[in-house]
């Protein structure tokens, strides 16, 4: 609704994430209920997302929820997951149980979830940003530049996350593929090492 507006093409976007699994509830032929799922790698390791578990406001308090967070549970299960987390990666709805959805929080914990740990996406609006001038004296001091990636010099950022960040290069690895390489910023010294990365979209992402 209006909390987290979502467009069509992106909430379809999201749902075709790598490794995912969907299960919609249905009462009388009518959707009551929808649970989205999908896997990520970590480490060599195979990771579950329950990204988005919804109840019709008129179905809720019946045990739809519940059913639907069993089901998903047993699809990663039987697919040989060993561990869970609320929220996802990329693409993704939440990195976790958003705070201002009235009782979401106290129906995770119910189940057993751990919810002591906190992970904050950022909102900025950017039609006002200016970037601080010390962030530029900074770099300058320095002699750290930015750029995006390109056809040639892609490969030492993917070489850079494979090194410092694996569990991320797989992502950095799909956008390369799309086609979308300007969608990667590099941080570089002076002799163009490599220094850090970021992963963006934009109106010219695919």
Request: charged share 15%.
């Amino acid at each position: 609704g209006q909390a987290w507006p979502l467009e069509s093409s992106r909430f379809q976007q999201i749902l075709a994430a790598s490794h995912a699994q969907h299960f919609v509830a249905r009462e009388n032929g009518q959707v009551v209920g929808f649970v989205a799922t999908s896997q990520s790698q970590r480490q060599q390791q195979w990771i579950g997302h329950l990204m988005l578990l919804l109840v019709h406001p008129a179905w809720q308090k019946q045990g739809i929820g519940t059913l639907l967070h069993e089901t998903t549970l047993q699809h990663l299960r039987a697919t040989g997951i060993s561990q869970v987390q609320l929220g996802g990666l990329s693409p993704r709805f939440w990195c976790g149980v958003p705070d201002n959805l009235t009782g979401a929080p106290d129906f995770f914990r119910a189940r057993g979830w751990n919810l002591s740990s906190i992970v904050y996406d950022l909102v900025q609006d950017l039609q006002q940003y200016v970037t601080p001038p010390a962030i530029y004296q900074r770099m300058a001091a320095q002699q750290i530049t930015l750029d995006v990636a390109n056809e040639a010099n892609v490969q030492d950022l993917l070489s850079f996350e494979e090194r410092e960040f694996p569990h991320w290069l797989m992502h950095y690895e799909r956008c390369v593929r799309s086609g979308n390489q300007r969608d990667l910023l590099a941080a570089r010294d002076q002799s163009g090492q490599v220094l850090g990365t970021l992963l963006m979209w934009t109106p010219q992402s695919h």
